[in-house]
């Protein structure tokens, strides 16, 4: 079994900043890859960025250029910095591991709250 712990969420004005993180109970090697999704209240669960074991990176159109996603191989952590968000961003938000053996795994959900 694989937990996922996020932390980070919060509320914050538009353009400010947050950083979310996700930390894994099995070594970080253990997953083809991690990402973060976002589901906004009555809209569906979309990517919004993702790191490979080899460190290639993908992010949603709508977050390029504003959130960084990186991995701390010895916390076996993945993080998601945010900055100057937008009230769009609002949403909760899940981090995602596709473990080797075990198949996708989620956490728990973290909310963001962007405020005008």
């Known amino acids: 079994q694989v937990q996922l712990v996020e932390s980070g969420g919060g509320l914050v004005q538009a353009g400010g900043s947050l950083r979310l993180s996700c930390a894994a109970s099995?070594?970080?090697?253990?997953?083809?890859?991690m990402g973060w999704y976002r589901q906004a209240p009555g809209k569906q669960r979309e990517l919004v960025a993702a790191?490979?074991?080899?460190?290639?990176?993908n992010y949603a159109d709508s977050v390029k250029d504003r959130f960084t996603i990186s991995r701390d191989n010895a916390k076996n952590t993945v993080y998601l910095q945010m900055n100057n968000l937008k009230p769009e961003d609002t949403a909760v938000y899940y981090c995602?591991?596709?473990?080797?053996?075990?198949?996708?795994?989620w956490g728990q959900g973290t909310q963001v709250t962007v405020s005008e």
């Open positions: 995602n591991a596709d473990h080797v053996l075990l198949g996708n795994c």
């Open positions: 099995r070594n970080i090697f253990s997953f083809k890859a």
């Open positions: 790191i490979t074991t080899g460190g290639r990176t």
